[in-house]
DNA sequence: AATTATCTGTGAACTTTTTCACAAATTATT
DNA sequence: AATAATTTGTGAAAAAGTTCACAGATAATT
């Protein structure tokens, strides 16, 4: 057990999918899963399934399957969801609101403290339940308040700026929707996530198959 | 020219992002670039760059590179985007209205007509640019104005009777955002944008390296 | 006009990812 | 208690994706 080989970042890509899956699983009182089963319901293949779990060492057993409880808890501790996140968010506009107020994030142990905008008035639309400040005093903020992840909901214009003064105040991750790609420093994690890029995806389908 | 060869799911993840680098050098008045400019302004190398493009034909020239205008012309038409969208969305909440209200969207050519949801109160709340009528609605909305794709935006409980509507009513693509891997039928495309995954990757890497 | 620089297109090598196939362990059945 | 049915873990094969390396075409320079 505990075997970690070097783990693929098309395995990490996975892992929420079996965290989800599993507690969908765990909601429903099923208390054990077979790799089969579980390929159904993933659209995976079942030999896919326990080559990626086989990771993190020797989880199932044979004859038997895997404990759903037991994986999904391990496979939370490995994706770091044993503890809590305080998380920024600059730019309340659309999507730094609905990131604020989604709950599914709080219920997985995110917890947004402040969003920041050039334009804090847009405090009052929507109600993101967390107080919307100026931009100019993100740093300071940070300082007395350290976030654990930056969440970049900006234009792409400020989308660098928003990084900078995040990295300065030391967080340690950026989600990033803003149109552009960041580029990673080894002390900071980021995370660009393209909205328009699956959208697309889908229009190219639609026109070619 | 035209060669056409098998276009991989992984070229079709990446066309995307050359349609949007495109775009900004367009923007910055560059007429022409080498596959290794544009692999340091994309953080990919330049011979995957070469490989990609040319499964739609011979669109560089030699010594020369990529005319940058007539690439992303090229790369655009390929995606799909030399036509309009018409689009409803399901779900009137937070991610609901914020797809609904996103210029990045209109200025590609996608339209949000109307938004759908169980409790059309939502309708006042942020103001998002299009009516949200009920959903008992949607599939009389969808006979008189036909629709080309369907955003689903509610609880995962709502996302498969959504899907069924919308799919009934003659969409022709599905852009998920509900936290549920919804199957594609042959005769609809989708696409499945876990928000949380990115998310979780994130938390990954904190942890783990 | 000739020479040097640049740069694509492309087959081949290499790497990564996925699938196959089966021994060994466990559970269920008779 | 013995037999049959499941089901994982895993090495090896296959497939998919990426990088290398260079011939040949174009552009820039002398």
Redesign the interface.
Known sequence: MEARNK?SEAV??R???Y??ALGGLEKDGIARISSQELSVR??LTASQIRQDINCFGALGQQGYGYNVTELRRRIGE????ERE?HVVVVGAG??G??VA??Q??AR?G?HVAALFDANPALAQ??GPGAPVYPIEKLSAYLAEHPA??GVIATPAEAAHEAAGLLTAGGV??L?NFA?V?L?AGPEC?V?N?????????????????
């Open positions: 783990v990490v890509r892992l929420p999918g965290y989800r993933m659209g490995i994706l770091g969801l996140y659309n999507i609101r609905a107020s989604y599914g994030f997985l995110f639309h929507g654990d992840i340690r991750a989600w149109p790609d580029q994690t995370q996530v393209q909205l328009t890029d699956s959208l697309l995806v889908l229009t190219y389908h639609m026109q070619n198959d």
